[in-house]
Structure formats: structure tokens, C-alpha cells
């Protein structure tokens, strides 16, 4: 079934009824489903929740979603908030990116893309300093080499090469030493410890939400969004903070 394009605003209460008689009778009473999902950004997802509240039982049949690419968007601007000044901002200059559109959000490709090329070149560093510990001293800051990393990547980047390097450390036992290794990191250097954070903890999330939307991995995607929840509340992103708890709520009912 299809429905017409409505020329309305989108996070109003009446658009959202008429939407809802409208999807009732052609996708539940119709073709005699239980459930429907209605994805839509914080404002629609708000309004869902407001007329489920409201009317009951009537409503039992809609399942308020957030939508993923939005919680994306969203997550730019709240890792932002404890990055960007600490490192990101050098990073994008250095980079050549505009760096008020970088610490505001304004494109989220334009985003997307620095975030990604920052988050790789940190593991990249993060993996090569392991595998030559013996050979040369650890940096006192995993920034100093980055932006250079970043720019050898984009114009002479060589996926053999890098798969080369991540292979080195996919055997268990080369595993379980990078961890060890990068743990024992974290406890002596404040620094390191810091960027740990965000290739692993961090950001981590943010790539594996993209994978997950892109490999259409449910589980993978609710880790993800629950790893979230603690930079949203901790960095004053209220719409998503409150968001991403009803969300989990509802998953588990």
C-alpha cells in the first residue's frame, strides 16, 4: 500500500491523527496486521508518544521508532561537546576541513566523514605503536602523528597495507595483548587514556551504529544506541537523552 504525500507539518498532533486513521485502514484493518512501527526524528517520535499516552488503547497498534540516521546526527554534535576543543579542532584544521562547521554539526557528511577519518588514523596509531613497542618509544600524545596519518590516508591510501596491519592483531593471542596493552596504556598516561576512550568506548558507538544501519544488524544497532545513552545525558543532549531511555524501555516491553 502507498500513501500520498501529505503537505502538512509534520510534528503536529491533528497531521499525526490523520496520518494514523490513514495508515489504520490501509496497513492494520486491510491487511489485517497487529503492529505498525512509525519512524520519524525527536519532535514525531515526542508527538507519538504524547497521542499513545493520550489515547490508550486506541493506539496499541503504533510502535514510535527514532529514527537512526537522526540519532547519528544528533550523536555528532554531543561527542563534540568533550572533543573537540581537547583535540578535534586542531585535527580539522590540520586537515583542511572548515572548522566552524566541524564544531557545529552543520553538515552531517561533512561530519561524518572527519569524525571516521579521526576515529581510523587514532587506531591506526593505536595498533602500530603496539606492534613497535620493542622497536621505538611510545609518544607521549597519539595526536602528534594523526594528522598527518589522516592526510596519507586520503591520497595515498593502501587497504592492503592497512588490512595487513589489522591482521596482525586479529590472532587471539595478538588480540588479548593489544587489549592488554592499550589497558596498560590507560592506567599510566592521562592522555592516552583519553583517546582510548573514544576510539573504544566513545565513538565506537557511533561506528557501529552506522554499521549497523548500513548491515541492517538489529542487535549490533541497540548496543550501540545503549552505549549512546551515557554521552547524551552527560553531555546535556535533552531531547535524546530522554529519547533513548523511552526508547530502551519500549524495546523491553
Same mark, same amino acid.
Given at each position: %500500500?502507498?500513501?500520498?504525500?501529505?503537505?502538512?507539518?509534520?510534528?503536529?498532533?491533528? =497531521? *499525526?491523527?490523520?496520518?494514523?486513521?490513514?495508515?489504520?485502514?490501509? *496497513?492494520?484493518?486491510?491487511?489485517?496486521?497487529?503492529?505498525?512501527?512509525?519512524? &520519524?526524528?525527536? !519532535?514525531?517520535? @515526542?508527538?507519538?508518544?504524547?497521542?499513545?499516552?493520550?489515547?490508550?488503547?486506541?493506539?496499541?497498534?503504533?510502535?514510535?521508532?527514532?529514527?537512526?540516521?537522526?540519532?547519528?546526527?544528533?550523536?555528532?554534535? %554531543?561527542?563534540?561537546? /568533550?572533543?573537540?576543543?581537547? &583535540?578535534?579542532?586542531?585535527? %580539522?584544521?590540520?586537515?583542511?576541513?572548515?572548522?566552524?562547521?566541524?564544531?557545529?554539526?552543520?553538515?552531517?557528511?561533512?561530519?561524518?566523514? #572527519?569524525?571516521?577519518?579521526?576515529?581510523?588514523?587514532?587506531?591506526?596509531?593505536?595498533?602500530?605503536?603496539?606492534?613497535?613497542?620493542?622497536?621505538?618509544?611510545?609518544?607521549?600524545? /597519539?595526536?602528534?602523528?594523526?594528522?598527518?596519518?589522516?592526510?596519507?590516508?586520503?591520497?595515498?591510501?593502501?587497504?592492503?597495507?592497512?588490512?595487513?596491519?589489522?591482521?596482525?592483531?586479529?590472532?587471539?593471542?595478538? #588480540?588479548?595483548?593489544? !587489549?592488554?596493552?592499550?589497558?596498560?596504556?590507560?592506567? =599510566?598516561?592521562?592522555?592516552? $587514556?583519553?583517546?582510548?576512550?573514544?576510539? #573504544?568506548?566513545? #565513538?565506537?558507538?557511533?561506528?557501529?551504529?552506522?554499521?549497523?544501519?548500513?548491515?541492517? @544488524?538489529?542487535?549490533? $544497532? =541497540?548496543?550501540?544506541?545503549?552505549?549512546?545513552? /551515557?554521552?547524551?545525558?552527560?553531555?546535556?543532549?535533552?531531547?535524546?537523552?530522554? *529519547?533513548?531511555?523511552?526508547?530502551? %524501555?519500549?524495546?523491553?516491553?
Amino acid at each position: %500500500a502507498y500513501l500520498e504525500v501529505m503537505d502538512a507539518i509534520s510534528d503536529s498532533k491533528d =497531521t *499525526l491523527l490523520e496520518l494514523l486513521h490513514d495508515l489504520f485502514a490501509k *496497513l492494520i484493518k486491510d491487511q489485517s496486521r497487529e503492529y505498525l512501527v512509525i519512524e &520519524g526524528d525527536q !519532535k514525531l517520535y @515526542d508527538v507519538l508518544q504524547s497521542l499513545k499516552f493520550e489515547y490508550g488503547k486506541e493506539l496499541d497498534w503504533v510502535i514510535p521508532f527514532p529514527g537512526d540516521w537522526h540519532m547519528l546526527m544528533n550523536y555528532q554534535s %554531543a561527542i563534540m561537546k /568533550p572533543y573537540f576543543d581537547a &583535540g578535534l579542532k586542531d585535527l %580539522a584544521k590540520a586537515a583542511g576541513y572548515p572548522v566552524a562547521s566541524i564544531q557545529a554539526c552543520g553538515q552531517f557528511k561533512r561530519t561524518h566523514h #572527519f569524525l571516521l577519518e579521526v576515529w581510523e588514523a587514532l587506531y591506526r596509531v593505536m595498533i602500530t605503536t603496539f606492534l613497535k613497542q620493542d622497536e621505538s618509544p611510545i609518544t607521549q600524545d /597519539p595526536l602528534t602523528t594523526i594528522s598527518e596519518q589522516i592526510m596519507a590516508n586520503r591520497t595515498n591510501f593502501n587497504s592492503e597495507a592497512f588490512h595487513k596491519i589489522v591482521s596482525e592483531t586479529q590472532s587471539l593471542q595478538k #588480540f588479548d595483548e593489544f !587489549k592488554a596493552f592499550i589497558q596498560e596504556l590507560a592506567r =599510566t598516561d592521562s592522555t592516552w $587514556r583519553f583517546w582510548i576512550q573514544f576510539v #573504544f568506548q566513545d #565513538f565506537a558507538a557511533y561506528v557501529g551504529l552506522f554499521l549497523a544501519i548500513r548491515g541492517k @544488524d538489529w542487535y549490533l $544497532r =541497540t548496543a550501540c544506541v545503549k552505549q549512546m545513552a /551515557p554521552v547524551f545525558t552527560a553531555f546535556d543532549h535533552a531531547n535524546y537523552r530522554k *529519547l533513548i531511555s523511552r526508547h530502551l %524501555a519500549d524495546l523491553l516491553t
